[in-house]
């Protein structure tokens, strides 16, 4: 009896596997009512295709594509054959379908259809991504993919599927990105936190963690400050430095408050500008509206799915936006090498700027000449240094007068004047002529004076806060400041503070 029963369950299990179908396939010919031999060719394979019989389908359409080489179905076999790869799944049918639809692109570039394949190609790299901490190949391959549909066909149906797919990805590299600038600022290695994490904030500015990357961009700036007190060397080389790093620092706490002021960091940039002596800006109404939209458009996952996301391939993109423009051209990235460049130039220019040093390859008297009595430099002569901060920069002071050449000391003869030169107006003054402190005796009533504690009218205190903008004829709704209230009201929640992650 047993028997009998496992029997009639394995023919209903062979019925059932027999009789399904995959509902995604659909024949877009299929309202054609033609009978021409290659419309029936079509139809089979699509059938064949609808029950999952992929290498029947394929035979299908390759006998349509080699016996009727002029047929009005042709590009419609290309596109089946690729999709027949793409239905049947797996790594080895993926790439096969890829290479399908790429030539079906190359051959039809014109027809509606090569949007769809350009976006079926993205969809595989999609697929196949796998989390920020593993291979990132495919996530990389993906943003190719989708920005390449979306440039090239701007005004197709499917762009706006490909701009959330291509948030999706962003924010999977993203996310890989914070990691690797995280890491190295616990290393303090800050050259290299400060080139991955402005390289970041730049380029996915929809990070759902842009404010932890921004505030971390601060912090690596204030540990380079810190880095260089504690070193030895020129004092004023060392005093420009730190104010340009502490401007830098400042920047970047600064963005958190004008463009994520309702997320978790924007207290925490707050204090630190207080703690910096740096004004605290406040962001516009419109920039309270976009970050609203873009943290209502995330989606929190279930207890389930994070349970379940260990022991998955792919990562979570539950925190993308759905929201905005993704960004189709990144900007040039920057370098660890660039950014000690960079700080390399600003210090020298400053120095230079001062009037009292100057940074230059070899300077002798401050005159780039030799003085009296003095050889000429020779060419392999080595430069005398003096201690830098961070980098050797070449230090020489101005000449005192005491050492200042003899010749400098004379003053030339003063020039002839000259008969043709306008002289100013000597003619009597008007003994009627109203004088400045003339309005007393005049009777009129005169201003009062300017009260010290009075809040002038478009004028803000440099200490607390910087000047609102005057209200102009072009200023667009929403570009009026938020008030505090418009801040609290908005912002979510705080579930838990967030960790210092800075070791000094």
């Given at each position: 009896?047993s028997?009998?029963?496992?029997f009639v369950?394995?023919?209903?299990a062979?019925?059932c596997?027999?009789?399904?179908?995959?509902?995604?396939?659909?024949n877009?010919l299929a309202?054609?009512?033609?009978?021409q031999?290659?419309k029936?060719?079509?139809?089979?394979?699509m059938?064949?295709?609808?029950?999952?019989r992929?290498?029947?389908a394929?035979?299908?359409?390759?006998?349509?594509i080699?016996?009727y080489?002029?047929s009005?179905y042709?590009?419609?076999?290309?596109?089946?054959v690729?999709d027949s790869?793409?239905?049947?799944?797996?790594?080895?049918?993926?790439a096969?379908?890829e290479?399908e639809y790429?030539?079906?692109?190359?051959?039809?570039p014109n027809?509606?259809e090569?949007?769809?394949?350009?976006?079926k190609i993205a969809n595989?790299?999609?697929?196949?991504m796998?989390k920020p901490?593993r291979d990132?190949?495919?996530?990389?391959?993906?943003?190719?993919?989708y920005?390449?549909?979306i440039l090239?066909?701007?005004?197709?149906k499917?762009?706006p599927?490909a701009?959330?797919?291509?948030m999706q990805v962003q924010?999977?590299?993203a996310?890989?990105?914070?990691?690797?600038g995280a890491?190295?600022?616990?290393?303090?290695?800050y050259?290299?936190a400060i080139?991955?994490?402005?390289?970041?904030?730049?380029?996915?500015p929809?990070?759902?963690k842009?404010?932890e990357?921004l505030?971390?961009?601060?912090?690596s700036?204030?540990g380079?400050v810190?880095?260089v007190?504690s070193?030895?060397g020129?004092e004023?080389q060392?005093?420009a430095f730190?104010q340009?790093?502490?401007?830098q620092a400042?920047?970047?706490?600064?963005?958190?408050?004008?463009?994520?002021?309702?997320?978790?960091?924007?207290?925490?940039?707050?204090a630190?500008?207080?703690?910096?002596?740096?004004?605290?800006?406040?962001p516009?109404?419109?920039?309270?509206?976009?970050?609203?939209?873009?943290?209502?458009?995330?989606?929190e996952?279930s207890?389930?799915?994070k349970a379940?996301?260990?022991f998955q391939k792919?990562?979570?993109?539950?925190h993308?936006a759905?929201?905005?423009?993704?960004?189709?051209?990144?900007p040039?990235?920057i370098?660890?090498v660039?950014?000690?460049?960079r700080?390399?130039?600003a210090?020298i220019t400053?120095s230079?700027?001062?009037?009292t040093?100057?940074?230059t390859?070899q300077?002798?008297?401050g005159t780039g000449?030799?003085g009296?009595d003095q050889?000429?430099?020779?060419?392999?002569?080595p430069?005398?240094s003096s201690?830098?901060?961070?980098?050797?920069?070449?230090?020489?002071?101005?000449?005192?007068?005491?050492t200042?050449?003899?010749e400098?000391?004379?003053a030339?003869?003063?020039?002839?004047p000259?008969?043709?030169?306008?002289?100013?107006?000597t003619?009597?003054?008007?003994?009627?002529e109203?004088?400045?402190?003339?309005?007393a005796?005049s009777?009129?009533a005169a201003?009062?004076p300017?009260?010290v504690?009075?809040i002038?009218?478009g004028?803000?205190?440099?200490?607390?806060?910087?000047?609102?903008p005057?209200?102009?004829?072009?200023a667009?709704?929403g570009?009026?400041?938020a008030?505090d209230?418009?801040v609290?009201s908005?912002k979510?929640?705080?579930k838990?503070?967030?960790?210092?992650v800075?070791p000094f």
């Amino acid at each position: 009896m047993s028997r009998r029963i496992a029997f009639v369950v394995l023919i209903l299990a062979l019925a059932c596997s027999v009789a399904c179908t995959n509902k995604k396939v659909n024949n877009p010919l299929a309202n054609v009512g033609s009978k021409q031999p290659d419309k029936v060719l079509f139809d089979r394979a699509m059938d064949a295709m609808k029950h999952n019989r992929f290498d029947v389908a394929r035979m299908t359409m390759q006998t349509l594509i080699n016996t009727y080489p002029d047929s009005e179905y042709i590009a419609r076999a290309k596109l089946g054959v690729a999709d027949s790869w793409y239905a049947e799944g797996g790594s080895a049918s993926l790439a096969q379908a890829e290479a399908e639809y790429k030539d079906f692109i190359t051959f039809f570039p014109n027809m509606p259809e090569a949007a769809e394949a350009q976006l079926k190609i993205a969809n595989i790299h999609y697929q196949e991504m796998e989390k920020p901490d593993r291979d990132f190949t495919h996530a990389m391959r993906a943003q190719d993919e989708y920005r390449q549909l979306i440039l090239q066909w701007p005004d197709s149906k499917l762009v706006p599927e490909a701009k959330q797919r291509l948030m999706q990805v962003q924010e999977v590299i993203a996310e890989r990105e914070y990691q690797v600038g995280a890491f190295y600022l616990k290393r303090l290695s800050y050259a290299a936190a400060i080139a991955r994490l402005q390289s970041l904030v730049d380029r996915y500015p929809l990070y759902s963690k842009a404010d932890e990357v921004l505030y971390l961009l601060g912090q690596s700036y204030e540990g380079q400050v810190n880095l260089v007190r504690s070193r030895a060397g020129n004092e004023a080389q060392k005093a420009a430095f730190i104010q340009m790093l502490t401007a830098q620092a400042a920047d970047s706490y600064s963005r958190i408050l004008t463009r994520y002021p309702l997320m978790d960091r924007a207290d925490d940039a707050k204090a630190r500008l207080e703690a910096l002596h740096q004004p605290v800006p406040r962001p516009t109404k419109a920039a309270v509206a976009q970050n609203k939209a873009e943290m209502d458009s995330r989606r929190e996952s279930s207890t389930l799915a994070k349970a379940m996301r260990a022991f998955q391939k792919h990562p979570d993109v539950a925190h993308a936006a759905n929201v905005g423009e993704p960004t189709l051209v990144d900007p040039k990235q920057i370098s660890a090498v660039e950014v000690t460049q960079r700080e390399t130039r600003a210090v020298i220019t400053g120095s230079a700027s001062g009037g009292t040093q100057a940074a230059t390859a070899q300077t002798i008297n401050g005159t780039g000449q030799p003085g009296p009595d003095q050889p000429a430099p020779r060419s392999d002569t080595p430069a005398e240094s003096s201690p830098a901060v961070g980098v050797e920069i070449l230090n020489a002071t101005t000449p005192s007068p005491e050492t200042a050449p003899a010749e400098n000391a004379a003053a030339p003869p003063a020039a002839a004047p000259d008969p043709n030169e306008l002289k100013p107006d000597t003619a009597a003054a008007d003994p009627n002529e109203l004088k400045p402190n003339a309005v007393a005796d005049s009777g009129q009533a005169a201003p009062p004076p300017a009260q010290v504690n009075e809040i002038q009218t478009g004028v803000a205190n440099a200490a607390t806060e910087p000047a609102t903008p005057a209200a102009s004829a072009d200023a667009k709704p929403g570009d009026e400041l938020a008030s505090d209230a418009d801040v609290s009201s908005s912002k979510p929640k705080k579930k838990k503070g967030l960790k210092k992650v800075i070791p000094f």
